[in-house]
Structure formats: structure tokens, C-alpha cells
């Protein structure tokens, strides 16, 4: 039959739904419908900073035009949303209609399976707003839901819902986490003096949103050029007012609070460890993300703040220096070897080592010549700009080091996201369509990456 498609109809017509499913593979949804979903989602937005590397995800149990039960997941290991609403609605769940804003995950892993548990609850009917894209479930929980009877749907809100896990769909269908890069630079786009001094281009208002991209990623991302020039620490800090995210994604996400987090064990928290929470949810503590360091020549200084201050650093290099790298990992820090066979470090394998990590998305903070890199690698997927309204002319220091374009066919394209005023700044979220690389010197390698 294909994939189903939804249709928005009148609350007298909706009584037909049924028969336009088994029919014509068509979901019907009501106004009603819509206002659910987008509760659930608020609710999914809660685990902004905690659930990874599992997917956010929130759950509405609705009965006679009234919520019975609702929850969201909190962190990876913890039970799920279904859960929670199932906890909360009790007895008053059977007969209901779940709103649930990803599959329910139907094996068993760190928890029960939520299809079993809906359908043990006696639900009505399932609505779903996007398939789980996780190869384990992939289906197979609708299925499951389907076949014990209950009426599924599926496809309402699904934009929102695979943007609010946008890096989840990314490392699940495709292996690599998404990764965004932020870049603070003035109006005709320069990120540096020409003598390399940035601090600060940008105030303090577009400083502190950065805090909050930098709390929802599994890791931060830099090169070694801006370890020794700027020596930061790429921890979470201050988080101060709320400024909305990029609409699609976490529309108004809740600040969280600063805590010191503890260290991690193994590889399943996607490179971050997980704040405590209470019972109904809020945050108590803080996760810092993992800290990532490109390296291709180990020139890290011991003495760097990035390999200290809470939090744990990876640094990954090209180059095989076992007393360097033994005094790097005395400090804590792991050091992984990764050359992409031309003296550099290879950045599609580093790429797919931090999805294999648990990473869903890398936010990226670094200079013109890793910037270009990845976009001329075609492995950024989205640009976080922070535009300050002045100029540094031509002598500055540009935001990423593209080459010498020949044709416009090598320019790298891009969808406008969303922009907003933050303080006296400018914040634009633009997607990365395209890149095409052009074949100059950069191009080829022959230019020193970090």
C-alpha cells in the first residue's frame, strides 16, 4: 500500500477514520489530534540536555477529550515516555488514545518494550508522529500494535518530531552524528583580526545561547589552531534567560541548571555523562558534553584548559607518539589515531567513531581552516550563525577557507532555518544543502589541517 498519508478532516468526520486506513492507507487527524501532538512534543523538548543517546521523546494519554496521563523520557536507561504516562494515567489509560512523538520501541534493551506495555494498558489507538528510524524498531512497533488490535497512526507533526532528534535520525540511518557548526563573526562575514584576535566579536547575549547548544550536543568540536589561540575550555557554563532554538527543533528550551557531572563509564552515554533528575523531571544537574580536539600533529599543550575542568576530552590525531600520548591520557583524556593516510586526521572515520560513540550531535567551534574543511568534505550539516553588526575588512580572517571557486557549481548551497535577534546580534540557522568541493591546494590536503 505504500506509506500512509495524512489528511486533516472535521471532528464529525473523523468517526470514518477506521474504514479510510484498512481502504485507502490514509490517516485521518483531527484538530484535536494536533493540539496533542504538540503537547507531547513540549513535553518530548524536556530531555533537550539528558536523554542522550537516546531519542527525546514525550507521550499524551488522552480519554474523553482529556489528559489521563502524560511523560516524557528523561535519560538513556531510565523508563520511557510511555511509561510514565501509563504510570500516571493508572487504570484510566484503557480505551485511551496515545499520543506518542516516536515509535514505540517494540525489543528489549535497557528497558521493557513500550508496545507491550501500550498494549497491555488496553489502548484504543496509537498516534505516532514519526517512524523510529533505529534498525531495531523500524517498524516493527507499529506492527506490533497493529497486530494486537489497536488502530495506528502515524506522519502528524513528523517534521517537528525528526527535527527535535535530528541528530538521532542522523547517526541511525546514515552512521555519523549531525553536525553544526557555530561561527561568531561580524556582517561581511570575518570570524578574526588578521593577527588571529577575536575575543569578543559577538556580546554577551549571543555568548550565553551558545551555552545552550553547546548543553544539547554530545560533544563539542574544535581544531587544534583554536586550542592554542583561544586556550578554551568548551565546558558548559553560566546558562542564563531562555532564547528560543531554531523553530522545529526544542521551540523553547528549559535552561539548565549547572552542575558538575561525574565521570563516564564505557561508551554508551554519547560521550557525556547524564544529569540526576527528580521524579517529575527537572533538571538537578548538568551533562557536559564530550570535548573533541583535532590534532593531526599531537601539539596540544599539557597545560591546556581543554584537558581539564570537568568533562572529558578525546583527542584525536594522525600522528603514532606513545610518550605524548601516554602523558595526555595520564591527564584523563583519551587519544585515538585516526590518519587519513596524507599526515591528517581523517574526519569521515572521526565522523563515524563518534556516532559509534553514542554521539547524535557535534557542535562544532573552531577557525576558518577546519570550517572549510568540512564543508568542502560535505560533513556539516547545518551553520549556527552568530552575526555581530559591524565590519572587520578584507584583512580579516574570513569564516571558512573554501578555496578558489571556478564555477558556481562548487559553491556549497544552503536553506535558510530560522533568524533571530540575540541581544545586539544576530543568530541564523542556515542548513547545508550542498557542497561541492573545488580541487585547490585546500582542496587536495596540501594545506595544513588541525
Known sequence: MGKPRSVWVSSVSIRVYPWLITNFGINVFAPSDSQWMAQALRLAERGLYSTSPNPRVGCVLVRDGKSVGSGWHQRAGEPHAEVYALREAGGAARGATAYVTLEPCSHHGRTPPCAEALIEAGMARVVVAVQDPNPEVAGAGIARLRAAGIAVESGLMEAEARELNVGFFAR?????????????????????????KSQWITGDAARQDVQRWRARSCAVLTGINTVLADDAQLNVREIGGMIPAPRGGASNP????????????????????????????????????????????LRIPLEARVLYGGGRTLVYTALHDERKIGLLQDLGATVAVMPDGNGQVDLPAILRDLAQRGCNEVLVEAGSILNGALLRAGLADELLLYIAPQLLGDAARSMAQLGELTSLEQRVGLKWQDMRQVGKDLRISVKVEKANPPQSPLARGEALLP
Open 172 to 196: 541511525m540511518t546514515r552512521g555519523t552524528p549531525w553536525l553544526r557548526s557555530k561561527i561568531a563573526m561580524s556582517l561581511d562575514g570575518r570570524t578574526a583580526l588578521g593577527n588571529g
Open 254 to 297: 528549559p535552561s539548565p541548571p549547572t552542575h558538575p557531572s561525574p565521570p563516564l563509564s564505557g561508551r554508551e552515554e554519547g560521550g557525556a555523562s547524564a544529569p540526576p533528575l527528580t521524579r517529575g523531571g527537572q533538571e538537578e544537574g548538568l551533562r557536559q558534553p564530550l570535548r573533541v580536539v583535532l590534532d593531526s600533529q
